[in-house]
């Protein structure tokens, strides 16, 4: 029998943020950290009580500076976890002390509820629910282990069709009507959990995005269960997807007639099928099969520490941006601008492999074509907007100087790496800024300014790197010449195949690296770009 809400899993737009918040100041434990199993190039962090119970489990997926979404019917508005209604006063002043802002305590259903926000606004209540207990309370946070969240209270489902969507609660999740308070019909679980169906009729609808909630999950306890409401769901024409096995649970998705995406999953394997209790959530693990290996994961993946320990600390700068910082950084800050569709992390996995001790900081250019990132306006394939190209280069100079006073970068140890569209403004650059690029890569790179102001680039090392098939590579030596003239250093190669980046050209990067750096490279304590160890919500 399908027995209450197995997980609820939302969106978040900042990593740092979102572990800060619900690490931190909820003091839930991150139970597991994976590579998405519907799109591997995004991280998913799943909280939990000490063992990862089912039923106590919030889950995120992340879109690292994703567009953000809009609440609405069709989806979940709100999300409650269970407390001791003795804790109130506790959260109460918690939040206070962190700055946080409250609303409440509040009588919801005769239970004392304390309203607040995520840092992606996503509405969190704190309900007083004596009967709702963890089996493995989580004591490893600062937070008495009495006050801890316990699980999983419930949700707010948003719906057009109220009766629709409460009747298909009641028929396939073993839900029951509990009470009604105007709007809100209130249905309970056999496991105490609760779904409140909200009549929005006459709301907006929902869009998804950073900020929502994505999909509420709930319990079947074996397989079978699961194959039996996937049976009943297609007898109903609900139209549930297939099968899928997450390692951690097998499960199916349906859309409820209000349009809520939920899902149903088992509560075995479970998350201490690849880590002990103990180590829960310490290690990125990717989907059976990834495509992408583990270690080019870490390197796109955006990075995060856990509250109290040091982290970069980013700024609002005019570009977005992220680091990827390794183990062992040598103190080497090389600075990343992608192609056209690309985004800040394209360049990161390939510059890894050049080199595996450099921070990176990739850089997602501002323009667009058809949605896709770009650094200026392309009129044809071989003519650029000349206006954007200069308006883009300003902008970038800016962004440029705020991050070396922001993140304490040295100008003239920065190595720029950019790859046809990118690369095509960091030579543009050279002539509209000759004084903020001092090394650079340039990878399947041509002139795309009309007119090149007269720059003194005496000082400036240069790699040039074309594809012998490239459609564009016929302009490569034009460039070349250019940039020789101006009094730049360049040294150049030609490879095998066409304007895709490839291993090819991960030895010539290396060998010039180790030609134009040379001892360059500060000692590990003067890493250019220090984490800090700023606390989240230190009062």
Excluded: C
């Excluded at 100041?25 to 991280?43: C, H, N, P, S």
């Excluded at 994703?66 to 976890?81: F, N, T």
């Excluded at 250019?365 to 308006?391: L, M, V």
């Excluded at 720029?416 to 090394?439: F, I």
Aim: aromatic share 8%.
């Amino acid at each position: 029998m399908v027995s209450g809400i197995h997980h609820v899993t939302a969106i978040t737009r900042k990593v740092q943020a979102n572990v800060d918040f619900y690490a931190g100041f909820l003091g839930m434990r991150l139970v597991k950290q994976t590579a998405g199993y519907e799109d591997v190039m995004q991280l998913h962090l799943l909280y939990g009580d000490a063992a990862g119970t089912p039923g106590s489990l919030l889950t995120f997926l992340v879109w690292e500076d994703g567009a953000p979404g809009r609440a609405g019917y069709g989806q979940i508005s709100e999300i409650s976890l269970a407390i001791d209604p003795a804790s109130i006063g506790y959260w109460l002043t918690r939040a206070m002390s962190f700055g946080l802002r409250s609303e409440g305590p509040t009588d919801e259903f005769g239970e004392p509820v304390l309203r607040l926000k995520d840092p992606d606004n996503i509405i969190l209540k704190l309900a007083g629910a004596k009967n709702l207990t963890s089996p493995a309370a989580w004591d490893g946070a600062l937070i008495p282990v009495e006050h801890a969240v316990q699980r999983v209270r419930g949700a707010t489902m948003l719906t057009e069709k109220p009766g629709e969507s409460r009747g298909f609660l009641e028929s396939h999740f073993g839900y029951r009507f509990q009470a009604n308070r105007g709007t809100i019909d209130r249905l309970v679980s056999q496991s105490g959990d609760i779904i409140d169906v909200r009549d929005a009729r006459g709301f907006w609808s929902g869009a998804p995005g950073t900020g929502t909630v994505d999909h509420l999950a709930f319990r079947a306890p074996d397989e079978e269960t699961l194959l039996s409401v996937g049976k009943a769901l297609e007898a109903t024409n609900a139209s549930p997807t297939n099968m899928h096995d997450r390692k951690y649970f097998r499960s199916l998705y349906a859309r409820e007639p209000g349009g809520t995406l939920v899902e149903l999953a088992t509560d075995k394997p479970g998350m201490t099928v690849d880590e002990e209790q103990a180590a829960l959530g310490t290690k990125l693990f990717a989907p059976p099969g990834a495509i992408t290996n583990l270690d080019e994961l870490k390197v796109v993946l955006p990075q995060f520490s856990m509250p109290g320990q040091p982290r970069v600390n980013y700024r609002e700068l005019p570009f977005v941006h992220r680091f990827y910082t390794p183990p062992n950084p040598d103190g080497s800050v090389f600075v990343l601008l992608h192609g056209s569709g690309g985004n800040e992390t394209t360049l990161m996995p390939l510059l890894n492999k050049a080199a595996p001790r450099a921070t990176l900081m990739g850089v997602r250019g501002r323009a667009t074509e058809e949605g896709f990132p770009r650094w200026y306006k392309r009129i044809t394939p071989f003519s650029f907007d000349q206006d954007d190209i200069k308006t883009e280069a300003e902008a970038f100079a800016a962004f440029i100087d705020g991050a070396v006073k922001s993140y304490g970068l040295d100008p003239k140890k920065i190595v720029y790496v950019g790859y046809s569209n990118g690369a095509n403004l960091l030579n543009s650059l050279l002539y509209l800024h000759p004084n903020l690029v001092h090394k650079a890569v340039l990878l399947r790179s041509m002139p795309v300014l009309s007119d090149f102001p007269h720059a003194d680039l005496k000082g400036t090392d240069l790699l040039v790197i074309s594809g012998k098939t490239d459609a564009y590579g016929q302009y490569a030596s034009e460039l070349e010449e250019r940039l020789k003239s101006s009094g730049a250093t360049v040294d150049s190669d030609v490879i095998p195949g066409g304007h895709d980046l490839g291993d090819a050209d991960v030895p010539i990067i290396q060998k010039w690296l180790l030609q134009r750096m040379g001892d360059e490279t500060p000692p590990m304590e003067q890493q250019a770009v220090k984490p800090t160890s700023e606390t989240f919500g230190r009062p």
